[in-house]
């Protein structure tokens, strides 16, 4: 059995997030301690670990989730388990995308700028009217 501070230290989640996915039904104690402490089983460091690396991952926690559901309920899920990692695949990468055209953008308002002394700043007028950006970010 391993308390929160444990699995803490071994999963590098902090203790007050371990609470937080407690609190949203992520992750279960296995019991409490006679001080009321909370006390998990292996189960549990691997889920915190499965967790936090679907976190790293950038998985929102309603996919984490739907996942640990399918897991723990349909062990046959694997076409549905494949279909939200393609989701979000497509997703990543559409963000991709999208932060390529900003990148885009930023360099050629900062290679605008000629930062003359006395000279207004093209990069705020560029930061503030939407009108002078080169396309669609």
């Known amino acids: ?4 501070g444990e699995m803490s230290r071994r999963t590098g989640v902090k203790v ?3 609470r937080y996915y407690e609190g949203m039904g992520l992750i279960a104690p296995e019991g409490r301690t006679e001080g009321n402490q909370r006390r998990y089983d292996l189960a549990g460091l ?4 499965f967790i936090r690396h679907a976190r790293d ?3 929102p926690l309603d996919t984490i989730r739907a996942l640990a ?3 723990d309920h349909d062990p046959a899920a694997h076409d549905e388990i494949h279909a939200i990692a393609q989701d979000h695949l497509k997703d990543i990468r559409d963000r991709i995308k999208r932060l390529r055209r900003l990148e885009t953008e930023l360099k050629r308002i900062a290679d605008a700028c000629d930062a003359r002394e006395g000279a207004p700043c093209r990069i705020l007028h560029a930061f503030g009217d939407h009108d002078q950006c080169g396309g669609a970010h």
């Open 1 to 4: 059995m391993f308390s929160i």
């Open 16 to 18: 007050a997030t371990i």
């Open 46 to 49: 691997k889920r915190l670990g």
């Open 57 to 59: 991952l950038g998985l």
């Open 69 to 71: 559901a399918l897991e």
